[in-house]
């Protein structure tokens, strides 16, 4: 690509001016470009000194910035934030009772960093993950907001049966996580099903087999949304009346007709359930935003 005009670079090596020679790292602006990649650049100096230099010839103002950007980020590879760890649950099939020989350990939970790394110019990722151990941690400001969107994934992690490790300042948050419910639920759950299904019916319709694991889930997730509502409480875990149907479709021994009746059923329940529902119409914003405080002020505590 030709780089354009207006452009500041840095060059990679000395340039020989009129009367002293320009060192390794000058700031320049391109002036002209030219026909093609092979041919040189004139470019300007800031006292106003111009010459040619071919691309290999510099760098990007802004490429140089943010590779010494990354390079300040690898001097803070050895504060491991997953020793922030607050909380930590299983969450997938094996919490929700759906489990087969095969089915991976789903871990999920929250970390809370230092102070420090938190108030650095690098901050903090929004979560922490690992692949190979299907791993992921959300950084607790992101993990709120999400919660109080009522964002399916994330209630369930609030509302595990599976904890695994949960310190103080987690075990107060679990204590409030039904702060967090509101009519929102109805919104989330209900509008992911509906588009979800969209999908796996445009999948059938063009010959494919259905995702029976996917349709599965969302048959489940409606379940949940519908006690969300009605008991102000996720289950996660599947009770035994519904565990033989969902396992059904998870086989694929369940048609898709079947399926999308079961589906058109829990939708009207759903819609029964939003109309009759006594949750609030929004989540308590202000007592987890008391909560963050709390948590942020004892991340400021060091050790001693």
Known sequence: MIVPVGTKVLSKGKIAGTHHVYPEGTLAVIVETPLDASHAYRVRLSDGFETSLTRAQFVLLRTHQEEGFREGMGALEDH?????????????SRAYGLETDTSDYDTRGIYLPPAERHWSLYGVPEQLENR????????????????????PNILEVLHSPEVLHATPIAEELLAM?????????????NGYVMSQFKKLTSRRERGLEPKWKHAMHLIRLLLAGITALEDHVVPVRVDEAHRSGLMSIRMGDMPFEQVDQWRLELHRRFES???STTLPDRPDYETANDFLIRARRAATEVPQ
């Not at 996580?177 to 759950?189: C, D, I």
Request: some cysteine; glycine content about 2%; proline content about 0%.
């Open 132 to 151: 190979e151990t299907d791993e992921v941690y959300w950084e607790l400001q992101k993990f709120l907001l999400l919660a109080l969107k009522a964002n």
């Open 177 to 189: 996580r039904s702060r967090f419910l509101s009519k929102l639920v109805y919104q989330t759950y």
């Open 273 to 275: 359930a939003f109309r």
């Open 80 to 92: 491991e934030l997953t020793t922030s760890v607050i909380y930590r649950c299983l969450v997938g």
